[in-house]
């Protein structure tokens, strides 16, 4: 396949841009702060300067950006995506936005004659680098089928959706069903111990019952000893839980346990756990002041 260009080194995107150097793609990378370009250059990516000249570079270019303002800010501003994108080219938005946002990116690209689809993620940061993400598609028919070999090395499961929106709303429903989960388990967790039961017996219990799942399994561990390694940061879990309120209020569906969900999530924010991992939302029940 020819290079691809990838904008956005985070923790996702490192993860997903070194999977396909793994796998034998070229890539030129660029991020915002560029010192996070090096350890891709030390296993053979090339830097664009920006992100306008990663898209004249490269025939097809992968995003994985924070969020929908990050998005915008590189598509529309000085030196982005739009002031070289055009007829043959391909941008592909793999970060977790709105399909409002989604769309304004897919209509700008339009007018100029380039490609769009978005394509957000399921999986985290260890998924990501054993390509094991699920792929959410939606947008140009003839760009998902073109990225494809890609995608087969970053995901164990593509989905095309049909329109651009789609993937977005997809991927927003996901990840609010995954909030609203977190919050039932720390407090699930806390309400064990404070009530004179030994958590790891609770997560073994889980385990073997019809609610045992990966994020429990996986993330179980490290909340009962307070740890919070970023893998995806609660900041952009709590993003995701204000898009899906928002797709919630457009379609008028009444959310209760996401909007509670939200506002814990809100609660980590404010106290400062912003940048740790979204099970860190478990805090704000640990820490509680309750008395028995
Ligand atoms: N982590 C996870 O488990 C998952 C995350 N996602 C989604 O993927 C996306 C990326 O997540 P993740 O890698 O974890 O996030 P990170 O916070 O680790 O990375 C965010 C990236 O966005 C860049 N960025 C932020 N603001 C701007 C801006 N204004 N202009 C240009 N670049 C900007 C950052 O650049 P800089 O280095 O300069 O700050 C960085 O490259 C998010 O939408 C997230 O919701 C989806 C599935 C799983
Ligand atoms: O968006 C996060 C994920 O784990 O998926």
């Known amino acids: 396949m020819e290079e691809i260009g990838f904008l956005g080194l985070g923790i996702m995107g490192k993860a997903m841009s070194m999977n396909?150097?793994?796998?034998?793609?070229?890539?030129?990378?660029?991020?915002?702060?560029?010192?996070?370009?090096?350890?891709?250059?030390?296993?053979?990516?090339?830097?664009?300067?920006?992100?306008?000249?990663?898209?004249?570079?490269?025939?097809?270019?992968i995003a994985m950006l924070s969020d929908p303002a990050a998005a915008l800010s590189v598509v529309f501003d000085k030196d982005g995506v739009l002031e070289q994108i055009g007829a043959g080219k391909g941008y592909?938005?793999?970060?977790?936005?709105?399909?409002?946002?989604?769309?304004?990116?897919?209509?700008?690209?339009?007018?100029?004659?380039?490609?769009?689809?978005?394509a957000?993620?399921?999986?985290?940061?260890?998924?990501?680098?054993?390509?094991?993400?699920?792929?959410?598609?939606a947008g140009e028919r003839a760009l998902y089928d073109a990225i494809i070999p890609a995608f087969d090395i970053m995901g164990k499961k593509s989905f095309f959706l049909g329109q651009v929106g789609n993937g977005a709303r997809m991927k927003l429903v996901v990840n609010m069903i995954m909030g609203s989960m977190m919050n039932a388990f720390s407090e699930g967790l806390v309400l064990a111990d404070k009530s004179g039961l030994d958590p790891q017996t609770l997560l073994d219990v889980l385990d073997l019952g019809a609610i045992a799942n990966p994020m429990f399994k996986m993330k179980g561990p490290s909340m009962t000893k307070s740890s919070y390694p970023p893998a995806f940061p609660l900041k952009h879990q709590q993003k995701d839980m204000r898009l899906a309120l928002a797709l919630g209020d457009e379609n008028a569906v009444p959310m209760p346990v996401a909007a509670a969900a939200n506002?814990?999530?809100k609660k980590a924010r404010s106290m400062g756990l912003?940048?740790?991992?979204?099970?860190?939302v478990h805090e704000t029940v640990a820490s509680s002041k309750g008395s028995t």
């Not at 992100?51 to 004249?56: E, L, S």
């Not at 957000?120 to 598609?137: N, R």
């Not at 912003?274 to 860190?280: Q, R, V």
């Open 20 to 61: 396909l150097l793994r796998h034998g793609f070229k890539l030129t990378v660029w991020n915002r702060t560029l010192s996070r370009c090096d350890e891709l250059v030390e296993h053979g990516a090339t830097i664009g300067e920006s992100p306008a000249a990663v898209i004249k570079k490269c025939k097809y270019t």
């Open 92 to 118: 592909i938005d793999m970060s977790t936005v709105d399909a409002e946002t989604s769309s304004k990116i897919s209509e700008a690209i339009a007018l100029k004659g380039g490609s769009f689809l978005e």
């Open 120 to 137: 957000p993620v399921s999986g985290s940061k260890k998924p990501a680098e054993d390509g094991q993400l699920v792929i959410l598609a």
């Open 263 to 265: 506002e814990a999530f």
């Open 274 to 280: 912003g940048d740790l991992d979204f099970s860190a």
